[in-house]
């Protein structure tokens, strides 16, 4: 008697399948791998392959997917990406004037040199590729990629497994970078679903600091036929290590385009006394989900999430969020909101765990949902487990409409009930957007918010 596969476990190996045939050669030949790194790399590939093959697509029967429904991806056969003329790409809108050359580009996953610019980085810090990175760091770090906790996450390790390009971000010990920098990860868009696997990894050793934008949007291909609406699969695996009385200042920005699938993780691993800041802003893609993990690894650490997801028709926004404080004196605070029009639906899940060996914590949580349409849904979790005494925590959620009251002052002083309603869901989302470092993007992200209200 054979038996049958399930689909979320065939479907799976397919993907497998095609993240391994993106598994090919990126190294700048200026900048070769060492043979030890080489080997080590492809041992971190086939680990990964391996735990792939005893996982499965995850499904609503599974407990932190229970409010996500994956089955409109698993129609979609995705592929490989075929390279692409990058001569024929438009990156003109994306480029931020802060960041004009601190800027590394990637397409579909692949780094792009010829669309980068770094000459206003110092030579002691490096920002490039995995195949640009210098010998010393090519030795260490082993320590630091796939090394956070939860990478053997179904995703991630799909990730892992074809991983052979990254963006890199490394400050040594005492080094402060004054400009951003700006990580620019575009998709292209074909007739055939492509699947599009991105990596990043960020070291900050103690005593360093540095702003860091992560961008992803896709970008139109210059010609008459050049497609504006096919499916694609972006996943995405960010690893920060932000070590003893470091800061990093990380914004992360998702504008995919409206047919695409968004799946990303972003791990932070804090060291005693270190800053983390994370601005989250989701607009695009069909479907997306953002799985936000901080690790507290000493004492007197500070994170701050915020958020902002504005998504409209038929969207999904899932953020899913868990810091672990194992440390005393750390102090976090979170502030997610969602603006949900039509019929889209928003998941947030936020899990606070404060242990035992954690007193004199203080963390903050608050999910806020801004509802426009009796036909959008949001679910909403926030979780806070607290085995410590001497602490002070909270946690909360609020789902709301337009206040009525304040649309009719708004009008009484001559403005019209649409621009009156505009105005609410613009401020709503400012108190988020005004928190990014750069004016630019500030400015783009209110333009794009006008366009969806």
């Not at 949580?365 to 679910?379: A, E, I, K, W």
Request: aromatic share 6%; glycine share 4%.
């Amino acid at each position: 008697m054979q038996l049958s596969v399930k689909p979320e476990i065939s479907y799976l190996e397919k993907l497998l399948e095609e993240s391994s045939k993106a598994v090919s050669p990126t190294v700048a030949p200026e900048f070769p791998l060492n043979a030890k790194m080489a080997t080590w790399l492809q041992q971190v590939r086939d680990r990964a392959a391996t735990w792939v093959r005893e996982l499965s697509i995850p499904t609503k029967r599974d407990e932190e997917w229970r409010f996500t429904d994956l089955s409109a991806m698993m129609k979609l056969g995705f592929q490989a990406p075929a390279p692409v003329n990058l001569d024929a790409l438009n990156i003109a809108p994306f480029i931020l004037p802060e960041a004009i050359n601190s800027r590394l580009v990637f397409v579909n996953g692949v780094f792009a040199p010829k669309l980068s610019s770094v000459t206003d980085i110092e030579n002691q810090i490096f920002v490039g590729n995995l195949g640009q990175l210098p010998s010393k760091y090519q030795e260490r770090v082993g320590n630091y990629l796939g090394q956070q906790p939860g990478s053997q996450e179904v995703f991630t390790s799909l990730n892992t497994s074809g991983l052979t390009d990254a963006a890199v971000v490394w400050l040594p010990k005492n080094q402060v970078v004054e400009k951003p920098i700006h990580l620019l990860f575009i998709a292209t868009q074909t007739e055939v679903p492509i699947l599009t696997q991105r990596r990043c990894l960020v070291v900050a050793e103690s005593n360093s600091s540095a702003t860091i934008v992560e961008h992803c949007v896709t970008a139109e291909v210059i010609c008459p036929e050049a497609p504006t609406s096919h499916p694609y699969l972006t996943n995405t695996v960010t690893e920060i290590w932000v070590e003893e009385n470091a800061e990093i200042n990380h914004t992360r920005v998702q504008r995919d385009a409206g047919a695409a699938f968004h799946i990303g993780k972003t791990a932070i691993a804090q060291a005693k006394n270190s800053r983390y800041t994370c601005n989250a802003i989701h607009l695009g893609a069909k479907l997306s989900r953002h799985n936000l993990e901080v690790a507290q690894m000493g004492e007197g650490t500070e994170t701050n999430l915020y958020g902002l997801a504005f998504i409209g028709n038929e969207q999904e926004a899932d953020t899913h969020s868990s810091i672990i404080l194992n440390h005393p004196h750390g102090v976090t605070d979170q502030l997610y909101k969602c603006i949900v029009d039509n019929k889209a639906h928003s998941v947030f899940n936020g899990k606070v765990y404060v242990s035992q060996t954690a007193q004199l914590t203080n963390a903050a949580q608050l999910n806020r949902n801004l509802l426009l349409s009796s036909g959008g849904r949001v679910d909403t979790k926030p979780e806070l487990e607290i085995i410590a005494d001497n602490v002070q925590c909270s946690h909360g959620a609020t789902v709301s409409q337009l206040d009525d009251d304040e649309l009719f002052y708004l009008q009484s002083r001559g403005l019209s009930q649409e621009a009156s309603r505009n105005l609410l869901i613009d401020a709503f989302g400012a108190e988020i957007i005004n928190k990014l470092p750069l004016t630019s993007l500030q400015n783009i992200l209110k333009q794009c918010v006008a366009c969806k209200v």
